[in-house]
């Protein structure tokens, strides 16, 4: 962690032309994004395409579609070759596959306004741009409500990452077959869902704020699962925070980089208290430094400026040694560490300290 680094060594020149690629990137992300949403890049996926081809189809003018599809050039989105327009890789992504188009929508309807406010909500620890969206002290009070289009971009983004892990990591728990397990930050029920279709025996205990808390209780009675369901509505910024006790398995989901490293410290202490003596605590997270590839480092650690502007404007990505030092503060030692589970993951466990 102490020695990484993503750049490589080039020439002054080239750095200069790298840097300009930074000063413009706002620019070119405007231009590939309505592109894309206007259909001219699923449009060149069939085949290369003259402007007025791509003008008079997308009903667009002549003057926007060069705008656009220059711009795509200048990015490696499309090429031009004798006259016509051909998509290149990083343009059929655009097309294609579900991640780049999942972090397009979060990046412009969820984060785009709000991150003009990043550098006051860097000064102050608020996050300042979350008035964008609507007045929330932070925008989990506000997730179920958020307008369209950052409501489905939001959940899309959140459902994306996580879906893809829970599958993964949901034998880890259940070989310890735990007869009560306490979902913290359970959001929309999806993983609860998942756990009591899996296991006819498990009783769950659902914790968040009461307005989520709605939202998961609705979708889990409708599937006919509610009569295994406890309800715990807290804050779990709350000084006074007590969670239930008498959970054998207590697990954690992309929930700690909702806080701060002093809210995850006072979290986890109520969390060890509620803990069955030989229970455990599980932490599914995403953890910039245990990635195995560059491509999930980056859009993690580019992850991060949402939870100060928008978000809460004191959390993060964060690395897996602080939260491990954080649960340790709490009385609480890590037994071991699953990387590599769905797109970004690694499982965190538990147990209270002997
Ligand atoms: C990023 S979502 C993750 C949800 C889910 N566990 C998953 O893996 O997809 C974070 C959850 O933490 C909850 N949360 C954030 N701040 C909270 C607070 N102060 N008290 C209780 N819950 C909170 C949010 O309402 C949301 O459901």
Excluded at 117 to 133: M, N, Q
Excluded at 289 to 312: K, V
Aim: with cysteine.
């Amino acid at each position: 962690m102490d020695n990484r680094r993503f750049g490589a060594d080039c020439s002054a020149f080239a750095a200069r032309y790298e840097a300009q690629k930074l000063a413009f990137g706002p620019v070119v992300f405007q231009c590939v994004r309505i592109a894309w949403k206007k259909g001219l890049l699923a449009a060149l996926a069939d085949g290369a395409l003259a402007s007025n081809e791509l003008m008079v189809r997308h009903g667009l003018s002549a003057y926007a579609v060069d705008v656009l599809l220059e711009s795509c050039l200048s990015a490696g989105v499309v090429a031009r070759k004798n006259g016509l327009w051909e998509l290149e890789k990083p343009g059929y992504m655009l097309v294609n596959d579900r991640l780049t188009q999942i972090n397009f929508d979060w990046v412009q309807d969820v984060c785009w306004q709000g991150l003009f406010d990043l550098e006051r909500a860097l000064d102050e620890e608020k996050p300042v741009g979350l008035r964008h969206l609507g007045d929330w002290p932070s925008i989990y009070e506000g997730l179920s409500v958020l307008p369209e289009p950052a409501r489905s971009s939001w959940f899309a983004f959140d459902h994306y990452y996580s879906d893809s892990a829970f599958p993964d990591a949901l034998p880890f728990l259940l070989k310890r077959q735990p007869r009560r397990l306490m979902d913290v930050g359970a959001n929309t029920g999806k993983f609860a869902r998942l756990c009591l279709e899996h296991d006819p025996a498990v009783q769950l205990t659902l914790v968040d704020l009461p307005i989520q808390l709605d939202v998961a209780w609705r979708g889990l009675q409708e599937a006919g699962l509610a009569e295994r369901l406890m309800l715990a509505p807290r804050n779990l910024l709350d000084a006074a925070l007590q969670l239930p006790s008498g959970h054998d398995v207590i697990w954690m989901s992309q929930f700690l980089s909702c806080f701060s490293l002093d809210a995850i410290r006072h979290i986890l202490a109520c969390a060890a208290r509620a803990l069955d003596e030989g229970g455990r605590l599980f932490i599914l997270d995403t953890f910039w430094d245990r990635q195995q590839f560059d491509i999930a480092s980056y859009c993690l650690i580019n992850t991060s400026p949402y939870f100060t502007a928008i978000a809460s404007g004191n959390s993060k990505i964060y690395r897996a040694d602080e939260y491990i030092a954080c649960a340790s503060d709490a009385g609480l030692e890590c037994l071991a560490i699953h990387d590599q589970l769905g797109l970004s993951h690694s499982l965190l466990e538990f147990g209270l300290r002997p």
